[in-house]
């Protein structure tokens, strides 16, 4: 992988995507198959967040892949390639798609994560009104719920403070109910606040 010092070079300090010149840190495009090519590429944050899927793709932000598609650069050509492929419901992201060449060997590489899939749905953990939850937030049950392997009843309107989110599950949080460690649906809860 290139250190960042090399990152910043290549990059002239800005976003290799946007060139934008704040909030810059690397970001890795995952595995080659071949192994030979250098997987790493210098973003701003908000490109980062995109393609990490913690934000919601911003179409308007990516219409600048009409030029940084045709970089020589092969993990930057990857982003691309994958970022048209999860906004190719939008009619240019499918138009450049079809102008779009990726070597056999790159295009694997490409998919190889399936970061490309899922048109650019983000997967968060939502309350029942589909707030978006986040580790430490307080939430209050509305409903009551037996909890499994127990005789407690967590009863509606608890309010469960300082939950934990499951990690490769978005449906379920993890927090202390009358002093016990319980695993709770996040349709049956409503984020404090």
């Known amino acids: 992988m290139l250190t960042e010092k090399a990152l910043q070079i290549r990059s002239g300090n800005k ?46 932000h990516w219409k600048l892949l009409e030029q940084t598609m045709w970089s020589e650069i092969p993990s930057i050509q990857v982003i691309s390639w994958r970022m048209l492929n999860r906004l190719r419901s939008d009619s240019w992201a499918a138009d450049l798609l079809d102008l779009f060449y990726l070597p056999e060997e790159h295009e694997a590489w490409a998919k190889a994560t399936g970061d490309h899939v899922n048109d650019g749905l983000v997967e968060l953990h939502r309350d029942a009104n589909g707030a978006i939850l986040q580790e430490g937030d307080s939430v209050v049950l509305t409903k009551s719920l037996d909890v499994k392997g127990s005789s407690l009843t967590a009863r509606l309107g608890t309010v469960v403070k300082n939950i934990k989110l499951v990690k490769d599950n978005f449906e379920q949080i993890e927090g202390r109910v009358e002093g016990q460690q319980i695993v709770i649906l996040t349709k049956f809860v409503k984020k404090q606040g």
């Open 15 to 60: 976003c290799e995507l946007c060139e934008s010149v704040t909030g810059l840190s690397i970001y890795e495009t995952g595995p080659d198959a071949a192994t030979k090519e250098e997987i790493a590429v210098y973003v701003c944050s908000k490109c980062k967040a995109q393609l990490e899927k913690k934000e919601m793709p911003d179409a308007r």
